[in-house]
């Protein structure tokens, strides 16, 4: 796979990444900020974008910024399963750090935060 390329749009606030340039993909909505593009028949990443952009690179006091991943319980378990493997795997896990919270012991959900120092030091 290619360096990934990044840009990012200031009047929309949007950061693209981009795996396969050029590629055909399908979206999956992670949640309302991230959307993450993947050839279904390959199940490779194509891209990566982040709407919002300014507001989750925002550090907060004890730390990164973390969001939930609420579009994966929309999913069939198929999908779900090939974007959770998708998302901890490179290319894309250099660009999200994924974790879970727990807020019960049987209940797990997912949280993603950006990795700005991949982020800024790649599109330098």
């Known amino acids: ?7 990012y749009d200031e009047p929309s606030d949007t950061l693209y990444v981009s795996f396969a340039p050029g590629e055909s993909a399908t979206g999956v909505e992670l949640n309302d900020n991230l959307l993450l593009r993947i050839d279904k028949p390959t199940r490779t990443p194509v891209g ?7 507001l989750l690179a925002q550090a907060t006091e004890i730390g990164p910024r973390s969001f939930p991943l ?3 319980a929309d999913l069939r378990e198929e999908i ?3 974007a959770l493997s998708i998302l901890q795997s490179p290319p894309v896990n250099e660009f999200l750090l994924l974790s879970a919270y727990s807020p019960a ?8 935060s950006l990795r700005l120092d991949r982020i800024t030091s790649r599109a330098a």
């Open 1 to 7: 796979m290619a360096e990934p390329q990044i840009r």
């Open 48 to 54: 990566l974008t982040v709407f919002n952009y300014s």
């Open 70 to 72: 609420t579009g994966l």
């Open 80 to 82: 779900r399963d090939m």
């Open 105 to 112: 012991s049987r209940e797990m959900i997912p949280i993603a």
